[in-house]
């Protein structure tokens, strides 16, 4: 990758020019575990909104290096070449965490140290876990929303709500606010972030602007232990991107895993008993602050688990309207599902009043395991907070929500979604919800004989590829003829539109294949095992 860079004058925005090497143009991003991400490299330009005055020039070249490797280590095969050199310290860290070279390296030049008044930064949209690390966040952190700009993809996303929310944040804490707008998410084709440090560059780049020591996230318990793999991982790392301690290092700037200990269900407690709830919204496609649209998969999960945790009711109505949305049986058919935990505890509250309720409450198995450990802090993800501000978060959480048991620390320890039997055993349950939920709502359904495709994903590729190829975002993948080649396979529905694979042990995802195209049409409930469940 060869990196250059200009600003017209102090305040306008920062341009960076990229261009890839050979084979990098068509490189797929992916993270440091292999798990392959639906994205190829585009090369071309971007911006970075500046703040006010601000002169380019007085950035330290460690902090563009840093912020250009969050952008486009996932694409590059060996070296970022910038157009003004580094120290020898972010070099040599990059080279320890990725193997990969960034350069020219001048070794005169001093690391970027931290001055001793600087406080972290929270990448902040607006969600529930963003507003839930508000509370726990140390005195003088600044609030920096990244902005997309508009008209990059076709999303119904809309930031209005997350402003607002920025506003009202910034009032009650006391905290400076900043939203910075970007477009270098256009570098990936499909358009899109790659991995969960994305929205971090702006802290990065401006980090002296700012006085920054460090930026904190709302990742969860589910990202750094690998729930949103299925299966608990007592290695914790970051979301889609891992083992960046030593870049980060180089320029002071370490990652506050402050929300680490808390799954989704966690930081719905937190924003509701630290009083924040009101300004916090998980949909992304409504108007203002408080508006929803009601008819996608975060309006699904988020609202009923958002009254659930404020002890408010929730209407039957309301669980039928969220159920009818469109995109609803796409996100359940990915299954195991990413937030299964979510899932679980939010139908085992309900399962008593709801019916569909009840019949995602059997399908996940909530009505046979104990969830109440997702309630509660997992307090060895304390290790994420750097020391410098570990006691002040331990004492904040403390205030907002209960420790795990050393019984629910085993509970937590033991999660495994995968495994065989429990599959095996839920199949029934999960052929009746689609069944029934296929036949309520008029979804269409695979009929015998119908051709389909099962792509073929193993459990650590699952996000990568199930929920991106699974559901209309696969098309550069679909294109690459070897992949297709090992990972696909042409079967019939048999009858009542059920599917069955050859390769056992892992997870399928099943799209539509009409004559040589390739194409998404119908969802399905994944195939695990040799058998798969009803369509949807």
Known sequence: MQVSWRQERPGAPIEFTVGADTGEEYRLAHDFQGRRWL????????????????????IHPDLVGAAMILILDPFTVERIELERPVSRALADGYFAATGKRIG???????PRRASPTAAPALSYSGGYDSVAALSLMPPGTTLMHFERTPGLT??????KAALESLAEAGRRYGFRTVSIESDFARLAEPVG???????????????DHYDLDGIGFGHLLDSYYGLLDGRFEDDPAYPGFRDLDPVLAAVDMPVLGITGGL???GTAIVAQRAGDIDIAQGCIRGGSLGETCMNCPKCFRKIPLSRLVAGEEVEAELVDQLFAGAG??????????DLEITYMW????????HRWMRLLARMTGATRRNTDWATRNFTPALELVPEKYREGVAQRLAKVIDPMSPADERRARRWNVHRRSRLARLAPARHRFWREYSRAFDRPRLKPGNRVVLLQVGQRERIGLAERTGFGRGRNVARDAKWRSRNREVVKAGPGGVVRGRSPGVTMVVASYRGSKFGVEVAVVPAIGDGCSQTT
């Open 154 to 159: 076709r999303s119904q996303s809309n930031s």
């Open 39 to 58: 994205r190829m490299f585009r090369p071309g330009g971007f911006m970075v909104e500046s703040p006010d005055g601000f002169d380019a020039g007085t």
């Open 346 to 353: 939010v139908s085992r509250q309900l399962a008593g009043k």
């Open 328 to 337: 609803v049986d796409r996100e359940l058919a990915v299954y195991p599902n």
């Open 104 to 110: 020219p390296v001048d070794n005169t030049i001093e």
């Open 193 to 207: 972030a790659v991995h969960g440090l994305f929205t971090g560059v702006p802290a990065i780049l401006y980090a």
């Open 263 to 265: 799954t989704e269900v």
